[in-house]
């Protein structure tokens, strides 16, 4: 999965449309290899963005939610616990090859 894209369900407050409509726009990026829409495909580029936000919107309102909501304060706390045992398990490698 493109590691732009970010969960959106269930938060506190819940995901804005300009959440929505970014992850959306990772997405087209991520299937397309392309950072931008070519002049000549623009509209077809700007309608899947569309498109695929206003199904990821109408996911997000279909899903049950479970547990505690997610704030966005908590997954950058989970973010950086997760990327310091990474840089742990990287150091570890390092040293065994020494």
């Known amino acids: 999965m493109c590691r732009n894209i970010r969960v959106l369900h269930?938060?506190?407050?819940?995901?804005t449309p300009d959440e929505i409509r970014a992850a959306a726009l990772q997405y087209v990026r991520k299937v397309t290899g392309l950072?931008?829409?070519p002049?000549?495909?623009?509209?077809a580029?700007?309608?899947a963005i569309d498109a695929?936000?206003?199904?990821t919107s109408a996911l997000l309102h279909a899903m049950p939610?479970?547990?505690p909501a997610r704030t966005r304060e908590?997954?950058?706390v989970k973010a950086?616990?997760?990327w310091k045992k990474r840089e742990e398990r990287i150091a570890a490698k390092v040293v065994a090859k020494e």
């Open 10 to 15: 269930h938060f506190e407050p819940p995901s």
């Open 65 to 67: 939610h479970r547990g």
């Open 52 to 55: 695929i936000a206003a199904s």
């Open 39 to 43: 002049a000549a495909q623009e509209a």
């Open 45 to 47: 580029f700007l309608a």
């Open 35 to 37: 950072p931008k829409a």
């Open 74 to 76: 908590g997954e950058v």
């Open 80 to 82: 950086r616990l997760k």
